[in-house]
């Protein structure tokens, strides 16, 4: 308990509590962690004065200094680290090992960005003589943010590490059920010497916040990660008001896996993968499509390294997964699992809750599962693996594009041939190849079809904040 923050708000550079607090349960003993203040209109128009404040002085400060300022705090995140990732196991779950890569990541994101800050180049374009024209890259405005609870400083830091790369200010509502993750930043950042009003941070009710925020003057920018419904909710909000957006959001990743794979090392690493961060994560391999010919061999590996993966509190040493992090993907996920049963699927390992304290869920596989199946077309967002045969790449490719989703997919194979057929066929914004990892700090990440619009990471996560400016200048 003494190890997790004070929790409060932060507004124009101070730090502020509220009337209204609610509070933050650990979610490996559903014990009370900490109170979190709740942001009201008047904390709310606070923030919006401070980041109109804020942009003022921002964009007019020079990139090469806002990635010094940047690139401060993310030193000051590193140094911090234990202490930081102490936090996020605390509030979420996972294990200290995986916080400690999400703080890394964080901090990558961060440094990539301050990277890109001094590299938004514009252009000049050949003209006839007598004029020139010029295209500008220059901070959209003041950015509202909504960031959720699977990552509690990593899906933060994407979202203030590109607004602030590009010189927007920030008003982030970060998780009410993570929000220690969002505070170390914040701390960071005050540390290092930002200027007051360029980062905001508030917690409260959600649908509240968005709704006051997004119609409000200064906001320029919506950036949200989340669920596909909120997103569609939020979007239209923003659209009321004609403002841009930035979704990332939900997936349902399929997994296909060729006949010239090594169906064990396959099956082996997509358990591991499967249990990351408990399975909530909008990347998560999901759906995995194996060749009837290496099914078994794929299904017995990942089976066999499921039951063998050591769930625990995240606290503890050697726990390679936490518990979910909330009561709702509990009941989420034995609802999944109950309603695969019923379709036909057989459960090899796992299905239901461990134990009654805490909201432990463990890796679950299920076989043979038909595309009937509410799992199949609902994103589990838990350590759910969904697997069935297939007799042919294309069907493979069929099905994983049969959802609305297209956030990342993953594929097995040896054959430069079947890359270059799932490279020009596989709906999605992010394609991997013998690896699950889907994005780093310098590659573009997002999604198609209803997976949101817009890119994190790589340029395109800077450019994501700016506007292009076209400059017509006739020579008098
Ligand atoms: P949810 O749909 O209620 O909330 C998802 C996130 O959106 C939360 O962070 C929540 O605080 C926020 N939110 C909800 N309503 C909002 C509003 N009106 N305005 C602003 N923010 C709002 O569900 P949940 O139980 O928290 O999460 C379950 C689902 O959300 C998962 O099944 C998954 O699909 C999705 N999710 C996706 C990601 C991701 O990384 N893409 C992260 C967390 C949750």
Redesign the pocket.
């Known amino acids: 308990m003494s190890d997790y923050p004070e929790l409060e708000l932060y507004i124009g550079g101070e730090w502020r509590s509220a009337g209204q607090t609610l509070p933050v349960l650990n979610p490996a003993d559903e014990s009370t962690i900490g109170q979190l203040p709740i942001a009201g209109r008047h904390e709310l128009d606070a923030a919006l004065q401070a980041a109109t404040e804020g942009f003022r002085v921002w964009s007019r400060t020079s990139p090469a200094e806002r990635a010094n300022i940047i690139l401060k705090a993310a030193a000051l995140m590193r140094a911090r680290i234990e202490m930081i990732a102490r936090s996020i196991t605390l509030e979420q779950g996972k294990p200290l090992t995986e916080s400690r890569a999400e703080v890394i990541r964080g901090c990558e994101f961060f440094e990539w960005d301050a990277g890109e800050a001094v590299r938004t180049y514009g252009r000049v374009i050949p003209s006839k003589p007598g004029i020139r024209y010029m295209v500008l890259q220059q901070p959209i405005g003041a950015v509202a943010a909504?960031?959720?609870?699977?990552?509690p400083m990593s899906?933060p830091a994407r979202k203030i590490a590109g607004a602030l790369a590009a010189g927007c200010s920030i008003i982030i509502?970060a998780?009410?059920e993570t929000p220690a993750g969002a505070l170390h930043i914040a701390r960071a950042f005050h540390d290092a010497g930002l200027p007051r009003g360029v980062l905001n941070l508030v917690f409260g009710v959600?649908?509240e916040?968005?709704?006051y925020l997004i119609p409000s003057d200064p906001v320029r920018l919506v950036a949200?990660?989340?669920?596909?419904?909120?997103g569609k909710?939020?979007t239209g909000l923003a659209a009321a008001h004609m403002k841009p957006v930035l979704m990332?959001?939900?997936?349902h990743a399929p997994v296909i896996v060729c006949e010239d794979a090594d169906a064990t090392t396959a099956g082996r690493i997509s358990a591991e993968r499967k249990a990351r961060n408990s399975g909530?994560?909008?990347t998560s391999p999901t759906r995995f499509f194996v060749h009837e010919r290496s099914y078994k061999a794929f299904t017995d590996a990942f089976v066999e390294r499921a039951r063998a993966i050591r769930q625990g509190n995240g606290l503890a040493e050697g726990i390679e997964m936490g518990p979910t992090a909330?009561s709702?993907r509990v009941a989420?996920l034995e609802g999944l699992v109950a309603d695969a049963r019923d379709k036909g699927a057989r459960i090899l390992t796992g299905g239901s809750r461990t134990g009654n304290l805490g909201y432990f869920f463990p890796v679950t596989v299920c076989a043979d599962i038909p595309d009937t199946a509410r799992a199949m077309h609902e994103?589990p967002?838990g350590p759910l693996a969904l697997i069935s045969p297939v007799s042919s790449l294309e069907e493979a490719v069929a099905k994983a594009n049969a959802l609305p989703f297209g956030l990342a997919a993953y594929a097995f194979t040896n054959s430069a041939r079947t890359v270059d057929y799932l490279v020009d066929t596989v709906e999605t914004g992010n394609l991997s190849i013998n690896t699950l990892e889907a994005s780093v700090a310098e590659t573009p990440f997002g999604g198609v079809k209803e997976s949101g619009y817009g890119r994190e990471g790589g340029t395109e996560g800077v450019e994501a904040y700016m506007v292009k400016k076209n400059v017509s200048h006739l020579m008098t």
């Open positions: 909504f960031a959720p609870w699977n990552f899906q509502k998780s009410e959600p649908a916040i968005s709704e949200f990660t989340g669920s596909t419904s909120v909710h939020l990332e959001l939900g997936g909530q994560v909008c909330n709702r989420a994103e967002f």
